[in-house]
């Protein structure tokens, strides 16, 4: 496995400043071995809990007979299967001095987020782990990474073929074991064929009604679907911007699956031959790009946006933290260019800089308060920002 320290010293800081932390992201995705390092280095007293496992859930009959004498580090992995122990780690969470730190861990369940919100206001600290990044891997992995997308054992795979098979397994295990627990009765087959149908739309503005008419639902139905597979972490919807301007502007999000690989598994692409030819290359890649910048600069999801008009200006990611605002364009080539969308998406939305991220192999400034830049140079031009 590739160590990530980055992640790791992250914990370690959250778990200084917070009673409870809590790990969130889709299955396979590492949470439970990022726990177990953790454990490792830890100096005091571990105490670990699988909440899959029956010996454990045994243990945990009277849970504060269990978890009231315990001290140091308590993990408690896939916590969404007893949403009950959260009032009982509210009340542990209070005592002082503290006496145990807990470290939970879930699949992102909308049980476990509202569960968590409502009783660990105020003690819990949310730490979101997806897939392997580009600094983890190094960025001359970046084709792998792209192709195979940020799991574990897939990345890791002996071969495209076999990181496919994996991705092919998690998604019919995720469908018929996971998606009931997280509040979806229709069928593993339903579902799957609109989750195929969400990875033709990725990188596109959402259109509930026609989902709704291929189904047969009420768009009410088909909204439920894509929101719980957003809160499985395993499709990620970019919210549009749009302020006081003499423009009429797209007020839909986009969507994107959250990981490439499991994008590509969908649409049958096993070997980057395959996705060289495919009609949705563009797309991927954009989803791709916009995933690493996003974890590059350690921003978060209500502060990441893409920006259209009905008449043609577009933005395919707009980054607001207070005052600073930073767009980013996706091309897919290697020779961009500055367009009449970019002047227009510089001055309206008043950015201080525009970089145009591209295929090609040099990053150069284009214009002024314009950069183009590399996918290669990603993590070098991007971290002083």
Request: charged share 25%; net charge positive; glycine share 6%.
């Amino acid at each position: 496995m590739i160590r990530r320290p980055q992640q790791l010293a992250r914990l370690r800081t959250l778990l200084r400043d917070n009673p409870v932390v809590a790990i969130l992201g889709a299955r396979q995705v590492g949470k439970t071995t990022l726990a177990g390092d953790l454990q490792r280095e830890w100096k005091q007293p571990c105490h670990a809990f699988d909440l899959e496992s029956q010996r454990d859930i045994v243990r945990l009959a009277d849970p504060e007979l269990a978890l009231e004498p315990l001290r140091g580090l308590v993990i408690l992995d896939e916590i969404q299967r007893m949403p009950n122990l959260f009032p009982l780690l509210r009340v542990l969470a209070d005592r002082r001095p503290i006496r145990a730190r807990f470290l939970v861990l879930g699949s992102a369940s909308p049980e476990l987020l509202q569960q968590g919100n409502e009783t660990l206001a105020g003690r819990l600290a949310l730490h979101a782990l997806d897939g392997f990044s580009l600094q983890e891997v190094e960025i001359g992995n970046h084709s792998k990474l792209w192709l195979r997308g940020g799991f574990p054992r897939s990345f890791l795979a002996a071969s495209n073929t076999r990181s496919h098979a994996w991705r092919e397994d998690f998604i019919s295990t995720f469908l018929e074991r996971d998606l009931p627990q997280l509040g979806i009765r229709a069928s593993a087959s339903t579902i799957r064929r609109f989750w195929t149908m969400v990875s033709h739309y990725h990188g596109n503005v959402w259109n509930a009604s026609e989902f709704a008419r291929n189904f047969g639902v009420n768009h009410t139905t088909i909204r439920r679907y894509l929101d719980i597979l957003t809160s499985a972490f395993v499709v990620r919807q970019l919210q549009p911007w749009h302020e006081n301007l003499k423009k009429r502007q797209v007020k839909a999000p986009k969507v994107y699956l959250a990981d490439s690989g499991l994008l590509h598994a969908l649409l049958g692409i096993i070997h980057k031959a395959d996705l060289e030819a495919h009609p949705k290359l563009g797309a991927s890649w954009e989803g791709f790009v916009i995933s690493h910048v996003t974890r590059l600069l350690a921003v978060r999801s209500h502060e990441c946006f893409f920006w259209a008009t009905h008449t043609g200006a577009e933005l395919d990611l707009l980054v607001v933290r207070g005052r600073r605002r930073w767009g980013f364009e996706i091309k897919r080539t290697s020779a961009p260019t500055v367009t009449r969308s970019m002047r227009t998406v510089l001055a309206d939305l008043n950015l201080q800089r525009l970089f145009v991220i591209h295929a090609g192999q040099h990053s150069f400034d284009m214009a002024q308060n314009i950069r183009a830049v590399a996918s290669t140079h990603l993590i070098q031009e991007l971290k002083p920002w």
